[in-house]
């Protein structure tokens, strides 16, 4: 029998030397000075540049605060004790510039557009209504109704009031360069001028520009 602990030796099949050491062996041992062994060329690989990370594209937010925080940084002192008289100082305290995407899309979630309350995950519900309104933001829900609907004779107002002759409202921007060039004053022009740029772009967003359905309502004032 064979001794099955003796290990085996395996060989290995010989391979064939490279040319360039082969080469380098036989003339070293001629005695002659072996040439400097070169590195073999290898293609250098240039990694492509990242092209630089665009803002993710989000769709318009008519809620924004951006535009109630503008107009709010135009007003004087006497303007802001005027609106604040009014009951409409809450309108005030909005000093966010913006609201992240990410907070917006978690709150649309939470919110129940039948029973229009949010509900939040494990703490229960908020209602959504005018006390709730007032609670934030100390406007009184009492009093008259609010007519929002378009009228002939508050456009025609506006437009004498504010000397808007193109037929159309300007758009918020322009709304706050005229509220700017009031040059300060605390009257009503201004509190009416400033009630339909709030209304247009926080309370009830409509467009870029105050929509009529908003004029009604300065007029009652």
């Known amino acids: 029998m064979k ?8 060989r290995l099949p010989q391979t064939a030397a490279c040319p360039q050491t082969a080469q380098q062996t036989a003339v070293g041992n001629n005695g002659q000075k072996e040439p400097r062994q070169t590195e073999p060329e ?6 492509p540049k990242r092209a630089p990370k665009r803002r993710q594209a989000l769709g318009r937010n008519r809620a924004s605060p951006a535009r109630l925080f503008k107009l709010n940084a135009l007003l004087n002192d006497a303007q802001r004790n005027l609106i604040e008289q009014w009951g409409w100082g809450g309108m005030l305290k909005v000093m966010a510039k913006e609201m992240p995407a990410s907070l917006s899309m978690w709150v649309l979630g939470c919110f129940d557009p039948i029973r229009s309350e949010l509900a939040i995950p494990g703490r229960g519900s908020i ?3 005018a006390d ?3 609670r934030v933001f ?9 007519c929002y609907e378009m009228t002939t004779e508050a456009i025609a107002f506006f437009n004498v009031e504010y000397g808007i002759e193109s037929g159309s409202a300007p758009d ?8 700017k060039d009031m040059n300060g004053a605390s009257d009503m022009k201004f509190l009416r001028a400033y009630f339909a740029g709030v209304i247009s772009c ?3 967003p409509s467009t870029f520009a105050p929509s009529p359905c908003v004029l009604p309502v300065p007029t009652q004032s």
């Open 3 to 10: 001794d099955l602990t003796k290990r085996s030796r395996l």
């Open 42 to 47: 290898v293609d250098t690989v240039v990694a």
């Open 127 to 129: 209602p959504v209504n």
């Open 132 to 134: 709730s309104y007032t």
């Open 138 to 146: 100390g406007l009184r829900n009492e009093g008259r109704s609010v």
């Open 172 to 179: 918020f921007t322009d709304w706050c360069r005229m509220i």
């Open 202 to 204: 926080f309370i009830s």
